[in-house]
């Protein structure tokens, strides 16, 4: 039986791109290349691809949400220019925390493996 962590310990170990049990194996090879298992305590990280894939896309719409909303509450007094960095600014967010929120998504497998499978 695994041993049971707190949920916020995990989504740390999660967003530091950290195994979820150990919290020293790391999560990546390389930027987004997940590794199977960790080089430390051997657990697997990618059971079900589904379980993450719909973390990630509910993840993609709550951070395009908001930047709608954020489109919506301003106004540049350069409307191209807003729309350009808007863009740029959306872009780089949802690409760049890629690889910090499919590790959160990790961290919340393993705690609903641990905690609500027995």
């Known amino acids: 039986m695994e041993k049971k962590l707190g949920i916020l310990l995990l989504l740390w170990r999660g967003m530091k791109k950290r195994c979820p049990r150990c919290g020293k194996g790391k999560l990546y090879e390389a ?16 059971r079900d691809p589904i379980d993450i894939l719909s973390f990630m896309y509910m993840s993609t719409a709550l951070l395009t949400g908001l930047f709608i909303l954020l489109m919506f ?46």
């Open 31 to 46: 930027w987004y290349r997940l590794q199977k298992n960790c080089s430390q305590c051997g657990y697997l990280y990618y």
């Open 73 to 118: 509450s301003l106004t540049p007094s350069n409307l191209a220019l807003g729309r350009v960095l808007i863009g740029i600014l959306g872009f780089f967010t949802i690409v760049g925390t890629l690889p910090q929120r499919k590790g959160i998504a990790i961290a919340i497998e393993y705690w609903t493996r641990t905690h609500l499978e027995e």
